[in-house]
């Protein structure tokens, strides 16, 4: 009597509990997180970096990047772009800040005036992309061009300079100071934007991994024509999308005037890259369709390391871009490494 060997079902069988935990996308920025915060507490000149005040230093930086990197990520899971992001900053805090200084306003009805106007913004950029077809990157980098005139064009026609100041004297200042930017845990004074910024990365990561919307948004990045076929609504998905990440610009925006208690017309421009390299160094793919929110809060770490190691390095800061290029093209190229080692490795 012949015999049959008939293998197991790939699809039963078990897969090893390293297989898993590398086949996560951002467990290459962790590796490098930890790299990068063994080697900047060695050429540390200043004995702080690896202390509470270091921490709170270079988190301060990570909390204030990563709170749009947070919907970047998503967005980029989403398959899109956003080159309009950093700019929002400067437009969020201009606008809330003239409406408080300019109209008289309170500084909480300006707030969430801010808000609506950010979220204006995004849908707009979303409507756009969605309704074109024109890729994001140039929808959203002529948005950038063109919030960009208005920060300067407007702020110099109703103040005469490119700045806005004077926020502080609004009714509601003190009170919205607390809520978005004053500081925790004396004696070390970490910033409560840091707190904003993990709230931020819970809720994203509950809704890539515990909703029916974070179920879209893989979908939409992965294949929008078969996420259409299946009944997903692509086109709400996205403009959500777009919507969330000028909010959350909107958000460091307003953090960025209370602090200051004044803004800048400048303010962001040029932060979009950050944005998009901390989200690609944690993991989200180029071409959409994979990624995390946890992913993108570890790129913000790095970032943040980056920028105050080299400081406590007593290098010139200089070299921060140079660290960043570096940095992008290690995470690449580690994650396509561990990407090919791992997906569909069974063991």
Do not use: H
């Not at 962790?30 to 709170?56: K, P």
């Not at 408080?100 to 409507?127: D, H, K, S």
């Not at 100041?165 to 978005?180: C, I, M, N, T, Y």
């Not at 190691?309 to 190229?333: C, K, P, Q």
Request: glycine share 12%; net charge positive; charged share 10%.
């Amino acid at each position: 009597m012949s015999t049959t060997t008939v293998s197991a079902d790939e699809r039963v069988a078990k897969t090893s509990v390293i297989t898993r935990l590398m086949r996560r996308p951002e467990i290459g920025a962790l590796m490098g997180l930890i790299v990068v915060y063994i080697f900047f507490s060695v050429v540390d000149q200043t004995g702080t970096f690896s202390g509470l005040t270091g921490a709170a230093r270079w988190t301060d930086v990570a909390a204030t990047t990563g709170i749009v990197v947070v919907a970047v990520s998503l967005l980029m899971i989403g398959g899109e772009f956003d080159l309009s992001a950093g700019v929002m900053i400067g437009t969020s805090g201009l606008f809330a800040g003239l409406l408080i200084t300019e109209y008289n306003m309170g500084v909480w009805l300006a707030i969430a005036l801010t808000f609506v106007f950010a979220a204006g913004i995004g849908f707009t950029n979303g409507w756009l992309v969605m309704t074109t077809g024109l890729p994001s990157f140039i929808v959203t980098l002529a948005m950038f061009f063109s919030l960009r005139g208005v920060n300067l064009g407007v702020t110099k026609a109703i103040t005469d300079t490119v700045r806005v100041a004077g926020v502080d004297e609004g009714v509601g200042f003190d009170s919205a100071r607390l809520v978005f930017a004053s500081e925790i845990i004396a004696p070390y004074n970490f910033k409560i934007a840091v707190v904003w910024w993990f709230v931020l990365v819970a809720i994203a990561t509950w809704v890539l991994t515990r909703t029916k919307f974070g179920n879209w948004i893989f979908a939409v990045g992965g294949d929008k024509n078969a996420a259409r076929n299946t009944g997903v609504p692509v086109r709400r998905t996205k403009i959500t999308l777009f919507m969330l990440t000028s909010m959350s610009a909107a958000l460091v925006g307003i953090i960025s005037l209370l602090r200051l208690r004044s803004m800048q017309a400048g303010q962001g421009v040029g932060e979009e890259f950050v944005f998009i390299i901390a989200a690609v160094v944690g993991g989200c793919l180029l071409t959409g369709g994979y990624g995390s929110a946890i992913g993108g809060a570890i790129g913000s770490a790095i970032i943040g390391m980056a920028f105050i190691g080299i400081a406590y390095a007593r290098w010139n800061t200089d070299w921060s871009w140079l660290f960043l290029g570096l940095i992008l093209f290690a995470a690449v190229l580690v994650n396509s490494l561990i990407s090919r080692r791992f997906q569909g490795v069974r063991k």
